[in-house]
């Protein structure tokens, strides 16, 4: 959930920040782009690939890699002492 949450509010700074960035360059040039959606696509972008792995490489020790990274990790590391047997088969001698 923490990851969720983090992810989601640094999408939307980042299309804010992408929103200005363009209107700075707008204004810089004198003349809107002609295919400004583009040019946004471009800026969010970067921006979002740069900002995601800033986020997975300084917050590795924090948040988990997916939402069952410990579940698993406890699944395998337990192990298993008899198979598992149906209820209806009578047991092996």
Same mark, same amino acid.
């Given at each position: 959930?923490?990851?969720? *949450?983090?992810?989601?509010? $640094?999408?939307?700074? *980042?299309?804010?920040?992408?929103?200005?960035?363009?209107?700075?360059?707008?204004?810089?040039?004198?003349?809107?782009?002609?295919?400004?959606?583009?040019?946004?696509?471009?800026?969010?972008?970067?921006?979002?690939? $740069?900002?995601?792995?800033?986020?997975?490489?300084?917050?590795?020790?924090? *948040?988990?890699?997916?939402?069952?990274?410990?579940?698993?990790?406890? *699944?395998?590391s337990?192990?298993?002492?008899?198979?598992?047997?149906?209820?209806t088969?009578?047991?092996?001698?």
């Amino acid at each position: 959930m923490q990851q969720i *949450l983090m992810y989601t509010v $640094t999408a939307i700074v *980042l299309y804010v920040v992408s929103d200005r960035i363009l209107v700075g360059l707008e204004r810089w040039r004198g003349k809107p782009f002609a295919a400004r959606s583009i040019v946004f696509f471009m800026i969010i972008m970067i921006l979002a690939v $740069t900002t995601f792995n800033g986020i997975q490489h300084f917050f590795s020790d924090v *948040l988990p890699n997916g939402p069952a990274a410990t579940e698993q990790s406890e *699944l395998i590391s337990e192990p298993i002492s008899e198979p598992l047997r149906s209820p209806t088969l009578p047991p092996i001698d």
